[in-house]
């Protein structure tokens, strides 16, 4: 099965590994880290995702080691932002759209290729997950950061990837997947993710939690 | 071979699971992690040391993604922390105990699995300590903590599962092993865990460094 | 296609494994780590590249775990350094040369092996020099640091593992390789890092960095 036409997926992968790569190559500048520094977290941010789902599925070398344009748009991506990083930090906003975007787009189709490999829906569904939020993961471990998606200060990134993963789980559970609907999954996490950042959605936090960091605690975060 | 009947060792697999997920989510709790960060550290924790022996044993997918109940132990063990944390926290030795009692049974469980797949005795037991000790190296790792498993002044937590993998291999190796021994193994990692839990075991540092760490030195630790 | 006589290729291997798990086991020394971190840190800086390019690959189990010698090395390792730290300190200079005779020595063979399972030119140099280095990321990861091969304060490290392992995928391409063009090009990236280590080569940061650091920027580096 295919979300959209073999060429247009391809270029969709290379467009989300591109943005995705942008968030790890700013990331490092921003850390001082040196060119050497800003082309890993590209390279780990653009593939971390899809080379983890495909470990866990099996399909290995995983694609970012076989299609020389997954090797390519980070490669690109750093030299770009090693001499653009004042203008890409400017886009920012624009950034931020396309990386919502990737995340549409990446929880979708590791979704489908997870499902593809035979994993039943929950599992295929938490390597879609894994496949939009992992590569961010992967970039801020490595920059020795408190990784962005576990931060309750920032606005839902997984949620909408859960949202949208979970659709394609279910439409593929009964059979009713198809061009439209899969589309509709990529705009539904896309859109999610979209209004969290415009409208500053939080996930909450446990329970009894709200009131203790009232009285400023946290002291053990950083 | 069976260490106990399929359905025994399911229920023990999952309770295993259970008690790791705890510890990774009171840790995001702390943290101040929201809940989809509580959730993350609960599967990570529960479930990073067995994805990581399947990943270099071959046994793709990993069994936490073939089996429903390996996915949803997690799940509502987060929902479980989220609500619950201060209760969950004032029965800490109780999770301490559990906590022990899942190393046990994960260090001989992936040492005979590792067996299983055809590795040798000592790669087998090494896998059987990752099987048990990985999981909280994840959780550290995520949570940008320095891991539990390689500080001094915590009590020995690799030591018993070394212990206990290292007899199962003997075993195996020997062939000597059945129910009661491997069962007799469980207990060994269990009871070892429980002694250095209540006896402040912990394991030596480097020759030459308690003289040096009285003189105030460690800068470079945070 | 064999570099050396086999014999010769597993001595150089295990002197490879060897000079990384003492960086790994100094760093736990350092940062105060006991016993089991100490040995912990030998076995992921001194394998942890290997394993990950064996993972990808699809050869599995890695060879660290069927080859005893893999095995025995960092275990040997940690308990020199436990016993011996003051004197392999002491010696930190020899230490580098040999880490750099690794670094030689592993980008070469990680880019062969990676040829060998099918990969293509970049792929596999790509993959020769996470083999290389690896097993310093996971060794910093772990210890809570940001890896050394993304700061811009330290000699360049990743180059020359680039450049040996973009050499030797060029010669694989050209059907140009043998015994000798490949011991040239593991002396290139030898030659490199010792040169790099000697003139203190760094590599550069980001374009208009330069003066913002001059000004005392970098806040959010620790």
């Known amino acids: 099965m295919q979300l959209f036409t073999p060429d247009l997926q391809r270029w969709l992968d290379l ?25 890993v977290l590209a390279f780990a941010t653009g593939l971390g995702g899809g080379i983890f789902r495909d470990l866990v599925i099996g399909a290995v070398p995983p694609a970012a080691f076989r299609d020389l344009g997954y090797f390519l748009t980070p ?7 090693i001499f653009l990083h004042p203008q890409v930090e400017r886009i920012n906003r624009a950034v931020q759209i396309f990386d919502a975007a990737g995340l549409g787009f990446f929880c979708v189709v590791g979704t489908i290729k997870a499902h593809e ?29 408190v990784p ?8 839902i990134y997984a949620v909408p990837a859960m949202v949208g993963a979970g659709s394609v789980a279910l439409l ?31 996930a909450p936090r446990a329970w009894h ?13 950083r």
């Open 15 to 39: 467009a989300g590994i591109f943005v995705f790569a942008i968030s790890g190559a700013l990331l490092a500048v921003r850390k001082n880290f040196d060119v050497i520094g800003i082309a």
């Open 75 to 81: 490669l690109l991506t750093s030299v770009l932002v």
């Open 117 to 145: 490999y035979g994993l039943g829906s929950f599992a295929a569904a938490a390597l879609g997950v894994a496949t939009a939020a992992g590569g961010g993961v992967v970039r801020d471990v490595l920059a020795n950061e």
């Open 148 to 155: 962005l998606l576990l931060r309750w200060d920032r606005e």
């Open 172 to 202: 593929l559970h009964y059979d009713a997947f198809g061009d439209l609907t899969m589309a509709l999954c990529v705009l539904l996490a896309f859109g999610l993710r979209l209004a969290a950042l415009h409208y500053g959605w939080r």
């Open 209 to 221: 939690r709200r009131s203790a960091t009232a009285e400023g605690d946290g002291g053990r975060e």
